[in-house]
């Protein structure tokens, strides 16, 4: 059993860390209440949009003209792999590492043998370990996180359209955790171009699907060619905006499960620093008692 000194040692250090994660668990919980606002904010405007788009290039009947819609063979693929700059988060990034090589490993290996698989990474753990592995990592955009808005998003989401327009890629992927509550991420692997076609509607239930009425101006044509990129631009930066309110949500429940460990390892830490203690009395009790008879003797 160790000795009252090592356990009054281990009590103050965990009692330490037990303060540090209680904090960053606090943290975590104000800026997710922050993220968890934008994120619910966002969606129905980026729903609506979508749906619109859809609504409009459908009846057009071909969007083919578009330079973001064009369906080629997938010859050289961009991940766009979206992780966090801090740890302690659970397995937020570990997911999406893991994702990430899975696609490499798996659905793109023949494109990965041919050195034809780029990736752009935003969080410094995915931008740290596809380095430190060789992969070929053409840009990292870790700051994004430090002031995530709209107006400093866009400039990669254009970036992004125009390296697949001048056809430097033939398919664009996102991989990023979706927000769905404090405690629960979805890991999302979304194709982010070229667009996906609208999804025809079954015969059966197109009586039951209702069709908007609008009016076009100045044509239908030039404003679906302006919403793809307007859409494009919304759809990178809600993902961003879902990573970074999952990163948060992951983060707190970490800190939130390393402090109630840190307080059961408490408990069995004063029960310990009890028993030793007790030990040391009981030894000192039989020291005298030993002494007094040997006195008598």
């Known amino acids: 059993m160790p000795g009252l000194k090592e356990v009054r040692i281990r009590i103050a250090s965990v009692k330490s860390t037990q303060q540090i994660t209680n904090a960053m668990k606090m943290v975590a919980a104000s ?6 606002t934008a994120i619910i904010k966002l969606r129905p405007y980026a729903a609506k949009l979508t749906e619109i788009m859809q609504n409009l290039s459908s009846s057009l009947g071909d969007t083919g003209d578009s330079p973001y819609t064009r369906e080629r063979i997938p010859e050289n693929v961009l991940l766009v792999v979206i992780t966090s700059n801090r740890g302690l988060c659970g397995g937020f990034n570990s997911n999406i590492i893991k994702a990430t090589l899975n696609l490499l490993s798996g659905t793109y290996n023949a494109q990965l043998r041919k050195g034809n698989v780029s990736l752009i990474t935003i969080g410094r753990k995915a931008s740290e370990f596809f380095r430190k592995r060789g992969y070929n990592v053409v840009e990292s955009h870790d700051d994004l996180f430090d002031h995530l808005t709209f107006d400093n998003v866009s400039p990669l989401a254009e970036q992004l359209m125009k390296a697949f327009a001048d056809k430097k890629y033939d398919r664009i992927q996102l991989i990023y955790n979706q927000f769905k509550n404090a ?25 039951h699907t209702k069709h908007a009425d609008y009016i076009f101006e100045p044509d239908q044509e030039t404003i679906v060619q302006l919403l793809i990129p307007k859409s494009l631009r919304i ?24 402090t109630e460990n840190a307080k059961e390892l408490l408990r069995a830490l004063q029960i310990s620093y009890n028993k030793a203690r007790q030990q040391s009395i009981t030894k000192e009790l039989l020291e005298i008692v030993a002494g007094a008879e040997a006195l008598k003797g």
């Open 31 to 36: 800026k997710l209440r922050k993220a968890q």
């Open 183 to 207: 405690a629960v991420q979805r890991l999302i692997v979304e194709q982010y171009l070229p667009v996906l076609p609208v999804t025809p509607v079954a015969p059966a239930s197109v009586m």
């Open 235 to 258: 759809q990178l930066y809600k993902s961003l905006l879902d990573s970074f309110a999952s990163e948060q949500g992951a983060r707190m429940t970490a800190m939130h499960q390393a």
